[in-house]
T-cell receptor
Framework: ETGVTQTPRHLVMGMTNKKSLKCEQH?????MDWYKQSAKKPLELMFV???????ENNSVPSRFSPECPNSSHLFLHLHTLQPEDSALYLC???????????????FGPGTRLLVL | EDQVTQSPEALRLQEGESSSLNCSYTVSGLRGLFWYRQDPGKGPEFLFT???AGEEKEKERLKATLTKKESFLHITAPKPEDSATYLC????????????FGPGTRLSVLP
């Protein structure tokens, strides 16, 4: 148990569906991120929220839409996904120092997404 | 372009056989280097943060070191429960601007 929870743990959706992934952290950290982990590829940073402001989206397709209502919750809204979007989606909670360096980072268990 | 490579891709050790994993990086302005372990079907587990060349950190059987071009994760007398994929990542620039993961080293420790 890392203090970062994600729901759902597994999700199967069609290409026309709309779904949302949820992440919650109980660590008092000041940043939260979304990552994508595909087979045979390194972890890819998708979105970063530092102090509740989105600071990076790394050219992620618009069919992925993040939302961060407060410093403890993070959502990833999904719509009209493609089969190649099937992957493990990981949320991470980070403590970022005043100078912008990351100090620690804890990952949730991930949501295994399958797009049919 | 910032790059992170890890070697070997896979490593099999006998219990008690010490070894090292390598993480090589080419980034401009390293702000931090991070090590994680990841078990199958789970999210990565944070291990260490290293900020500058010469820095070392230890945790149980693991010791991480950092130079200007690479980092090593030394595993002393490993046990089967150390079997996992070990990932390194580097931060260049402010948080969120450039955070790159390596492909990982898959470690198997045989009893």
């Amino acid at each position: 148990e890392t203090g970062v929870t994600q729901t759902p743990r597994h999700l199967v959706m069609g290409m026309t569906n709309k779904k949302s992934l949820k992440c919650e952290q109980h660590l008092g950290h000041n940043a939260m991120d979304w990552y994508k982990q595909s087979a045979k590829k390194p972890l890819e940073l998708m979105f970063v929220y530092n102090f509740k402001e989105q600071t990076e989206n790394n050219s992620v397709p618009s069919r992925f839409s993040p939302e961060c209502p407060n410093s403890s919750h993070l959502f990833l809204h999904l719509h009209t996904l493609q089969p190649e979007d099937s992957a493990l989606y990981l949320c991470a909670s980070s403590q970022v120092l005043a100078g912008g360096s990351q100090e620690t980072q804890y990952f949730g268990p991930g949501t295994r997404l399958l797009v049919l | 372009e910032d790059q992170v490579t890890q070697s070997p891709e896979a490593l099999r050790l006998q219990e008690g056989e010490s070894s090292s994993l390598n993480c090589s990086y080419t980034v401009s302005g390293l702000r931090g280097l991070f090590w994680y372990r990841q078990d199958p079907g789970k999210g990565p587990e944070f291990l260490f943060t290293l900020y500058s060349a010469g820095e070392e950190k230890e945790k149980e059987r693991l010791k991480a070191t950092l130079t200007k071009k690479e980092s090593f994760l030394h595993i002393t007398a490993p046990k089967p429960e150390d079997s996992a994929t070990y990932l390194c990542a580097v931060q260049a620039g402010n948080y969120g601007q450039n955070f790159v993961f390596g492909p990982g080293t898959r470690l198997s420790v045989l009893p």
